[in-house]
């Protein structure tokens, strides 16, 4: 409920915009919002990102058995050079010559490795089998046919990743465009509303938002880490929360659902966990909170087990 909308998170945003919808259509005729800020307008906003987001994500999801096809693609047409290569010595000598220019090694017998060298080599293989088909060996795929089918599949492997590629670029484009209109429209729905109702309407949390003078809710703590070299104790730290106060630590049994239980608190990231039964496992949480008392998100819970004491 932060009202610096530049820094919220895309999910967090449509987040915000879908609070800030159903609070426009229960509350903005009475505060008199205007027509920019009308549910239909903000929900319009909210529903293209929405969408811009969901196309992207299908277009990253559509990339990635592209790719997977391609690299094997390239596999394929590196065994199918190798083989025809191997083969080909028999005609053209183990080491280079110009009799090996006609089947596209020209300077070396190394397998290319650009793709653009791999197609040109492969194209020429197709031709040379085409030209000499009694050079070739059927059973190994080392064949005209063979080689036009390898360099199809490259070739046209190569085209559908990067056609999605560019689809994407494009797509990514839209998403930051529909974003940046989706910001756009909930900053001006924060300055109206500055103008409309007090610092202390409540109506700010119905929009989703902070009222002007409450401090920001702090998100959940990261880089929770837990020294546990000291038997039956706990020092648990985190890296310090913006707009925290004090933080809260908490302490839930290692493969239990119970609902993690707080230990104590801190106006610094740092708490020492005493008492606690050797050998016992556990999983430690730690929240912040800002000055007027609001509770941030709980972090991810980080596993750990009581150093029992060392026998006399």
């Not at 277009?59 to 083989?83: N, W, Y």
């Not at 089918?149 to 994407?168: H, I, P, R, Y």
């Not at 009222?211 to 706990?234: K, M, R, W």
Request: proline residues 5%; negative net charge; charged residues 20%.
């Amino acid at each position: 409920m932060r009202n610096d909308i530049l820094k919220l998170s895309s999910e967090d945003l449509l987040g915000l915009a879908l609070k800030s919808v159903s609070a426009a259509a229960l509350h903005g005729a009475a505060i008199q919002l205007s027509p920019r800020r009308s549910t239909e307008n903000l929900k319009g906003l909210r529903d293209a990102a929405d969408k811009a987001e969901k196309d992207f994500q299908k277009g990253i999801s559509a990339l990635v058995p592209l790719r997977t096809a391609f690299k094997q693609a390239r596999t394929d047409a590196r065994m199918h050079l190798t083989a025809c290569r191997d083969v080909l010595k028999r005609q053209c000598g183990s080491q280079y010559c110009q009799a090996w220019n006609e089947a596209g090694w020209k300077g070396s017998l190394a397998i290319p490795r650009s793709l653009n060298g791999m197609l040109s080599t492969v194209s020429a293989l197709e031709q040379y089998f085409k030209d000499h088909a009694d050079h070739g060996v059927a059973q190994l795929g080392v064949t005209s046919a063979q080689s036009k089918a390898v360099f199809d599949a490259l070739d046209g492997a190569k085209n559908a990743a990067s056609n999605q590629e560019v689809t994407n670029k494009g797509l990514h484009a839209a998403r930051d465009a529909a974003f940046e209109a989706l910001r756009n429209g909930l900053r001006g729905l924060c300055n109206e509303l500055s103008e409309l109702i007090g610092d202390e309407d409540a109506r700010w949390k119905a929009f989703g938002l902070n009222a002007p003078g409450e401090p920001s809710v702090p998100p959940a703590p990261t880089e929770v880490a837990v020294e546990n070299d000291i038997p039956c104790q706990l020092v648990v730290t985190c890296a310090a929360v913006p707009f925290a106060d004090y933080y809260r630590f908490f302490t839930q049994p290692a493969g239990s659902n119970a609902e993690p239980q707080p230990v104590g608190s801190s106006g610094e990231p740092v708490l020492v966990i005493e008492g606690l039964a050797p050998g016992a496992s556990w999983k430690i949480l730690v929240s912040a909170v800002n000055t007027a008392g609001s509770e941030g998100p709980r972090s991810d819970a980080v596993a750990t087990t009581v150093l029992a004491a060392e026998a006399a």
